[in-house]
């Protein structure tokens, strides 16, 4: 398995502004992964973190909105960029181990 | 396009009940299905499956993966009020890295 933890846990946030989440894996990874979970949904992939290159984002998802850096295999942030209220949804990071991936406990992000 | 249907949408059960959560999938190039937990923010892992027929248990949950009729059942037996959160199912194909998850299932125990 894996630990990963992210921060912050939680942000309350004006809107048009932009914050930048932190992911920290415990060992070293491939493949890293930023999700979004809107209220009552279930989670959409954002994009793939690549090291040393940039990152692959999913339809409907654009790199000047969610720029994401992954400067080692350890690490990786997520801005969110110039933010709305319908930018509000928990971020969660994943990394992929074997057949699996696990999560990391997830920001909870609120724009007002 | 990969799916993943998962049923019922929420449950509501009485403290020591056994339900079975489904789960449906098509998706290319099957790898893996996986199910999670979600209680507040993150998704706790659960089981990995990748054969048919073969049962993953852990404590009062298992699970069990049907590849020809494209199919999993986590079960959960002697229910308790901790039990109470969103499952989740997902699956893993070969050749990307891309979960697609289910909706999931909203499971409410009560004492």
């Known amino acids: 398995s894996a630990v990963i933890s992210q921060k912050p846990s939680r942000d309350i946030c004006q809107r048009g502004t932009s914050l930048t989440i932190q992911c920290q894996v415990d060992s070293q990874v491939t493949m890293m992964f930023w999700y979004r979970q809107q209220p009552g949904q279930s989670l959409t992939l954002i994009a793939t973190?690549?090291?040393?290159?940039?990152?692959?984002?999913e339809s409907g998802f654009v790199i000047d909105k969610f720029p994401i850096s992954r400067p080692n295999l350890t690490f990786s942030t997520l801005t969110v960029s110039n933010m709305s209220p319908e930018d509000s949804s928990i971020y969660l990071c994943s990394v992929g181990v074997a057949d699996t991936q696990y999560f990391g406990p997830g920001t909870r992000l609120t724009v007002l | 396009e990969d799916k993943v249907v998962q049923s019922p949408l929420s449950l509501v059960v009485h403290e020591g009940d056994t339900v079975t959560l489904n789960c449906s999938y098509e998706v290319t190039n099957f790898r893996s299905l996986l199910w999670y937990k979600q209680e507040k923010k993150a998704p706790t892992f659960l089981f990995m499956l990748?054969?048919?027929?073969i049962e993953k248990k852990s404590g009062r949950l298992s699970s069990i993966l049907d590849k020809k009729e494209l199919f999993s059942i986590l079960n959960i037996t002697a229910t308790q009020t901790g039990d109470s959160a969103v499952y989740l199912c997902a699956v893993l194909p070969f050749g990307n890295e891309k979960l697609t998850f289910g909706t999931g299932t909203r499971l409410t125990i009560i004492p």
């Open positions: 990748t054969s048919s027929g």
């Open positions: 973190a690549n090291q040393g290159s940039e990152a692959t984002y």
